[in-house]
């Protein structure tokens, strides 16, 4: 045998690699992971942006809108109707007075009944023209209005809507009234209802329906209503002036649009940051095969007789008998005759690691391989294959070798296919 080195080729698992001593390129796989990491940031820098802009326009887009004043140019058509406790043998009166921007009416409670009221009523046309139409407001959650009072009151505001199990149609005694109360002052102030928070008085649930029954629609909607409460003065001329009347709400068809339209960019999105981790991690899974392959096949060795005979037989017993399950150190040093130190010692100059290390390094970049390059093999049979009996074992080895699972490095190979 010359003296000059001579190049050994090795044939592992059908592939030949031509290797030399020292001359290792060294690779850094991850630098790609850190790529796509920025990459990605930078992108998702797009997404936010689209979605808050959305969100913006949903702020405004999806509001709704219906103002009540001036009565002239109401969206819905209404009139303004009052009542008091004259009906009911009281001297209560009230007057409807001109205002601009909004409607204004004076009112007197007596003691002449226990229970004196004087109310306006801002009664839609709709139902009036025809009683078994009526206005939906469940589009609606809040009514928006300034008022001002002389003197100071706690005024009601009543809705009376139709209640399907209830009501008759044309019979305003019967329909339910969800009601609250609020404060005014001389000092003109802003004051918001929320119509889906509304109560229905006990004294009309004790009459109509279980005191349990709080539920109510605001589809079939007669009137509103803005009266006195209990806390009135009484024998007092009293003072309400209304204006800026709007009903407000949500459109959720314009919500669930709007809904639709950022999932479908982030949809979108993910569906890029899935294929970008794909292509990522084959290439980072492949980069790092090529850093192994140095590992893997024979060095370019110096064939002297006998110095060299001991590190020849010990590379080529490892790379063609690394699929064997039971080869471990102590096999090894048995067959070849070889202590386990000076195995060590052999590897760690030639590849730079121990037994154990270089054993997994071959089995590891094999098993890579079988799922890289065959579709039909399954991780089970890889791993037995190249000599692991513990599919657990061999999963865990080959996520801290290559970054990611058996099964995710196969399903990245069969992307990019």
């Not at 005024?155 to 009376?160: K, R």
């Not at 102030?189 to 029954?213: C, F, H, M, V, Y």
């Not at 006998?306 to 048995?334: F, Q």
């Amino acid at each position: 045998m010359a003296q000059n080195a001579a190049m050994v080729r090795v044939k592992i698992s059908a592939f030949y690699f031509d290797i030399h001593t020292n001359n290792h390129i060294v690779q850094h796989p991850w630098k790609s992971m850190i790529t796509f990491y920025k990459k990605f940031f930078l992108v998702l820098l797009a997404p936010l942006l689209l979605s808050a802009l959305v969100g913006f326009q949903l702020i405004y887009l999806s509001k709704t809108q219906s103002a009540l004043m001036p009565g002239q140019s109401s969206s819905i058509p209404w009139r303004a109707v009052l009542s008091s406790d004259v009906d009911n043998g009281g001297s209560s009166t009230v007057t409807l007075k001109e205002s601009e921007n909004g409607i204004a009416y004076d009112f007197l409670l007596t003691k002449t009944v226990q229970y004196p009221y004087a109310s306006l009523a801002i009664r839609f046309l709709e139902q009036e023209l025809n009683a078994n139409r009526h206005i939906d407001l469940s589009p609606y959650n809040k009514l928006r209005f300034d008022i001002r009072c002389q003197p100071e009151n706690i005024l009601s505001f009543t809705i009376f809507s139709f209640d399907e199990k209830v009501s008759k149609v044309g019979d305003l005694a019967t329909y339910r009234i969800p009601s609250t109360y609020f404060s005014c002052s001389p000092i003109s102030s802003t004051r918001e209802i929320q119509l889906d928070k509304l109560e229905t008085p006990d004294w009309w649930l004790s009459q109509n329906a279980s005191l349990a029954s709080k539920n109510y629609s605001l589809k079939k909607t007669s009137s509103i209503t803005f009266g006195n409460s209990a806390q009135s003065p009484l024998e007092i001329n009293s003072s309400v002036v209304i204006e800026n009347l709007v009903l407000e709400g949500r459109s959720w068809k314009k919500i669930v649009l709007g809904a639709a339209l950022l999932c479908t960019i982030w949809g979108a999105f993910a569906f890029w940051v899935f294929k970008e981790y794909v292509k990522t991690l084959t290439n980072k899974v492949q980069t790092r095969l090529q850093k192994d392959i140095p590992i893997i096949g024979y060095q370019q060795l110096s064939l002297e007789p006998h110095k060299d005979k001991e590190r020849d037989s010990l590379l080529r017993l490892m790379v063609t008998e690394y699929h064997n399950p039971d080869l471990s150190l102590d096999t090894t040093s048995k067959q070849l005759g070889m202590n386990k130190t000076k195995i060590n010692e052999i590897l760690k100059q030639e590849v730079g690691l121990t037994f154990n290390a270089y054993l997994n390094k071959l089995r590891l970049t094999e098993a890579a391989r079988l799922l890289a390059e065959n579709s039909a093999a399954n991780v089970g049979e890889a791993a037995h294959l190249v000599g692991y009996n513990n599919v657990s074992y061999f999963n865990r080895l080959f996520k801290t070798e290559y970054g990611c699972t058996p099964k995710e490095f196969k399903h990245s190979a069969v992307e990019k296919k």
